[in-house]
């Protein structure tokens, strides 16, 4: 919705299994999909831009489970594969991918094939400029400019939270939350391969939800103008080349998390710049390690980038 009111052309979807779309949960977890982290979602995506940008997508079978019957998908007569309406108007050169939650490894999978040169099916993938992954890291790859959002309290929604700096998920990577999340920023620039920006935007307060305008979704009142302004101005700065918008997703803005510093490389893993703070942490909170919360409360806040 940010995108679309800055004038973006948006193509969001239900995921097959979910919302609108035929098949069940089942089919999220396609197992031809190596080495992606949610196969079917990762599949999704992937045809999704393939679509989006008018070109080939694959047919294939999707399994379901025997427990819960198909929903019934949209009628549309043999033969006939929809093409998008839009196509005419899109700058194909100017593609940006987001997603929340499922949505964001999605993300990160897509990086992740960009990388290596082909999508989990093994096909080249369309280049995007921009990769804005909420609220869920996994391996990824540093292939194109990437902005990773998460916040004081993300992962608390879920069953395993990351309280203590204990982080949701494959401690050497995955998971949700800011322990997570800053490890696999870390790590990405630990890899050293790449020139293209790296970001970690970290809201103030919030939950698993903070970019997810649904009404029952628990957020903070300001979740969503700071999510969505923070992936407007990353994906304007590197889909449209705006100089002020590249100074804006390097500044501190109100509502960024006084516990956590959000941060930016802004030329890359292989670049010889540090990753520069955009805050610094002057608060403590339950997320943080026990030493960095004793050292936060007698004010000395602990953060892991260049001022």
């Known amino acids: 919705m940010r995108m679309a009111r800055a004038g973006y052309l948006v193509l969001t979807y239900d995921p097959a299994g979910q919302g609108e779309s035929e098949g069940t949960a089942y089919a999220l977890y396609d197992s031809g999909m190596a080495p992606c982290q949610i196969g079917g979602a990762c599949r999704d995506l992937q045809d999704a831009v393939r679509w989006f940008v008018g070109d080939d997508i694959?047919?294939?079978?999707?399994?379901?489970?025997?427990?819960?019957?198909?929903k019934n998908p949209a009628y549309v007569p043999a033969g006939d594969n929809l093409t998008?309406?839009?196509?005419n108007l899109l700058d194909t050169s100017r593609v940006a991918v987001s997603g929340n939650s499922m949505g964001a490894l999605a993300v990160d999978d897509y990086t992740y094939g960009l990388g290596v040169g082909s999508g989990g099916d093994g096909r080249p993938l369309p280049s995007v400029r921009a990769a804005v992954p909420m609220s869920g890291i996994g391996p990824m790859k540093a292939s194109v400019p990437i902005q990773l959002q998460t916040s004081d309290y993300d992962g608390q929604a879920l069953a395993t939270p990351a309280v203590g700096?204990?982080?949701t998920g494959d401690p050497s990577f995955g998971g949700v939350g800011y322990p997570a999340t800053k490890n696999g920023y870390d790590q990405l620039r630990a890899a050293g391969l790449g020139s293209d920006a790296l970001s970690l935007v970290v809201l103030e307060g919030g939950t698993h939800l903070d970019s997810v305008d649904i009404p029952y979704a628990t957020r903070t009142a300001w979740s969503l103008t700071v999510a969505g302004d923070s992936a407007l101005d990353f994906i304007d700065c590197h889909a449209r080349d705006l100089a002020d918008a590249c100074q804006r997703a390097a500044s501190p803005r109100p509502r960024l998390s006084r516990s956590f510093a959000s941060e930016q490389d802004?030329?890359?893993?292989?670049g010889p710049e540090p990753s520069r703070c955009i805050t610094v942490p002057d608060q403590a909170n339950i997320n943080q390690s026990p030493t960095d919360f004793a050292q936060a409360e007698t004010g000395h806040p602990v953060y892991n980038c260049t001022p």
Not at 58 to 70: D, F, N
Not at 84 to 87: E, G, I, S, T, W
Request: aromatic share 0%; proline share 28%.
């Open 58 to 70: 694959a047919p294939v079978p999707r399994q379901e489970s025997r427990a819960t019957p198909p």
């Open 266 to 270: 802004a030329d890359g893993p292989a």
């Open 165 to 167: 700096g204990v982080p």
């Open 84 to 87: 998008n309406p839009v196509r």
